[in-house]
């Protein structure tokens, strides 16, 4: 058994033993309604046999005695009422039963949903940046609907019709064997009709699942960069590209609706051929004196509910398949285990002084040349360091794996001399404030994006930091100020006043130690000075690391290192020689020099 659908199965099942009093008046509800369909015939067997013929009652049928006694025509109008009690009885039942039963399916597929986002979340990076986020997108929500259709359909309705099956059937075989013979010899071809029927379904369910998964991501990745193909013309281009992936996926999707309407065609002319049979049959056996009307009427009905069910387990089976492949492509993610993993014995950081190690880390993608190569550093606590570098030098990787964003594949990352893997990764990301160069909020309004760095903070506590990243000013003047939306990723907002954001967002957490990447790249020098001297007073005395290209003045840091070939150099700022570049080794420095 596959790892994934091991964990797979202990959600859904845990979920549903959660819900058995739901299941079992499902199940009850289910025989009601079974034994007023199968009920439900003979009310005009009577009418016909014992009322218009006149034929007298059988000893199976002396408790109608005293009613037949009161007159015809009272009997008439009870027996008729009778119909329509077994109708409301049945339909009632059938109610509970199909609320019931689609109840339990959508309370199990919010559990699964919440365990598959609450995985995904904790899978690394590597994995998402190797995904398509259309496909996940797929999983989480269209797979999982799939998966619910079969507890809320498939489950009981299943259920049903085999009950259903096997109570025509032994009242047919009661009623008169030959009848019986004559339908039941339709049976052995059908079934093997709808097997290879079946079996054409999931194969073409499993392709169209996919071609669907990449027809969603091709929709999320152009939307999500509409402004980039505006601006280069390649509207036609997307267009083409988007329907020649949706052209597959309607091919998969016909040839599944064909089988599925091959499958009802197959049981619609087994149906014809069965009552052909029995009509033929019965009305000779009539003729002979055999049965009577009534008894060839009531096989007739039951001829019908015998190929009902089997057309309904028909659908049922095809909704199976697909939602087989749902489930095989869910365990799929369940399969894949994080590759960032505490210490059994991690421990909650608080209140961190801030000092930072590395010894000889050493980090690559994938397969590719390491973008850090040894590298050791010792940034003590209260530290406010510059790490430059040209694009692709490895700053933001460093960053990364200060988060455990990603694990090196050499060396060790400390902080206050524990392994970073020591502590729990949510409580050391809290303590960790970051501004991300590429600038990312959330649809939700001005207040909801900064206090996503602390949850519970008041609006004074937002405003206070909205201040200190100098984005007041221009919050003070919108409409709605605080409460005002910033659009999905924040289009409605300038560039400058999005990183603001985001850096009011990464203060308000009063942070341990602050990681700054590119912070005031979009602001006005004016601005960028004020953001400085409130980084100042608000982080004194904390860790801070500040990453650029460049920077017009070293003087404000205690330090400044560069990144250049995977290789950690520090910038000598005490040299004269600092404006020509001059370049020196960088001192491994380790706790306790």
């Not at 059988?58 to 109608?64: A, E, F, K, R, Y």
């Not at 524990?418 to 309004?445: K, P």
Request: hydrophobic share 50%; with cysteine.
């Amino acid at each position: 058994m596959k790892p994934g659908s091991s964990r797979f199965r202990r959600i859904v099942l845990a979920d549903l033993r959660a819900r058995k009093w739901s299941i079992a008046f499902a199940f009850l509800s289910l025989l009601g309604a079974t034994a007023m369909e199968l009920l439900s015939p003979w009310p005009i067997k009577i009418v016909i046999d014992y009322i218009l013929l006149a034929k007298p009652l059988p000893s199976s049928l002396d408790w109608l005695q005293p009613l037949f006694a009161s007159g015809t025509t009272v009997a008439l109008v009870v027996v008729s009422c009778s119909i329509a009690v077994i109708a409301l009885l049945s339909g009632g039942f059938a109610y509970l039963q199909t609320y019931l039963s689609a109840k339990v399916g959508y309370e199990m597929v919010y559990t699964l949903r919440r365990e598959l986002f609450s995985h995904l979340q904790q899978l690394s990076l590597s994995f998402h940046n190797r995904s398509r986020s259309g496909e996940l997108l797929n999983k989480v929500a269209s797979d999982t609907n799939l998966i619910r259709d079969v507890f809320a359909d498939w489950a009981i309705h299943f259920t049903a019709q085999l009950l259903m099956l096997a109570g025509v059937l032994v009242i047919m075989l009661a009623m008169n064997w030959r009848l019986a013979l004559v339908v039941l010899a339709t049976l052995p071809l059908l079934f093997t009709v709808l097997y290879f029927l079946n079996r054409k379904i999931r194969l073409s369910a499993r392709s169209q699942r996919k071609q669907e998964g990449m027809v969603i991501s091709r929709l999320n990745e152009v939307l999500s960069s509409i402004a980039l193909v505006q601006a280069f013309g390649r509207e036609n281009f997307e267009h083409e590209r988007f329907s020649a992936e949706s052209a597959q996926s309607l091919e998969s999707g016909l040839i599944n609706a064909r089988s599925a309407a091959a499958v009802s065609k197959a049981i619609g002319l087994a149906t014809a051929l069965g009552t052909a049979g029995t009509v033929l049959v019965g009305a000779w056996l009539a003729l002979k004196g055999q049965i009577t009307p009534g008894d060839l009427l009531v096989f007739v009905a039951y001829v019908n509910n015998l190929y009902r069910p089997i057309k309904d387990l028909g659908k049922i089976w095809a909704k199976f398949s697909r939602a087989r492949v749902s489930a095989e492509r869910v365990s799929e993610v369940f399969a894949i285990e994080p590759d960032i993993l505490d210490f059994p014995d991690a421990i909650k950081a608080n209140d961190l002084k801030g000092e930072i190690v590395l010894e000889h880390v050493t980090f690559g993608y994938e397969n590719a040349a390491p973008i850090l190569d040894d590298v050791s550093l010792h940034i003590r606590a209260g530290e406010r360091v510059a790490l430059i570098g040209a694009s692709g030098a490895g700053k933001s990787t460093l960053v990364s794996l200060l988060l455990r964003l990603y694990e090196p594949q050499a060396g060790a990352i400390r902080i206050d001399g524990r392994n970073l893997a020591a502590y729990t990764r949510e409580s050391l990301r809290r303590e960790i404030g970051i501004v991300l160069q590429d600038t990312i909020l959330f649809g939700a309004s001005i207040r909801e994006n900064i206090a996503y760095g602390k949850p519970d903070a008041t609006l004074e506590e937002v405003e206070q930091a909205a201040r200190a990243a100098h984005a007041d000013t221009f919050i003070s003047q919108l409409t709605d100020g605080y409460d005002a939306l910033v659009g999905e990723r924040g289009c409605l907002l300038s560039g400058g006043q999005r990183q603001r954001i985001c850096l009011a967002r990464a203060l308000i957490k009063r942070p341990s130690i602050l990681i700054l990447d590119e912070p005031t790249s979009a602001v006005d020098p004016e601005s960028a000075a004020a953001i400085d001297r409130a980084l100042n007073e608000m982080h004194a005395g904390k860790t801070q690391l500040v990453i650029g290209h460049q920077f017009s003045t070293f003087a404000k840091f205690d330090r400044v290192l560069t990144l250049k070939s995977g290789k950690l150099i520090e910038i000598d700022m005490q040299d004269q020689l600092m404006a020509t570049r001059t370049l020196r080794p960088l001192k491994q420095v380790m706790p306790g020099d």
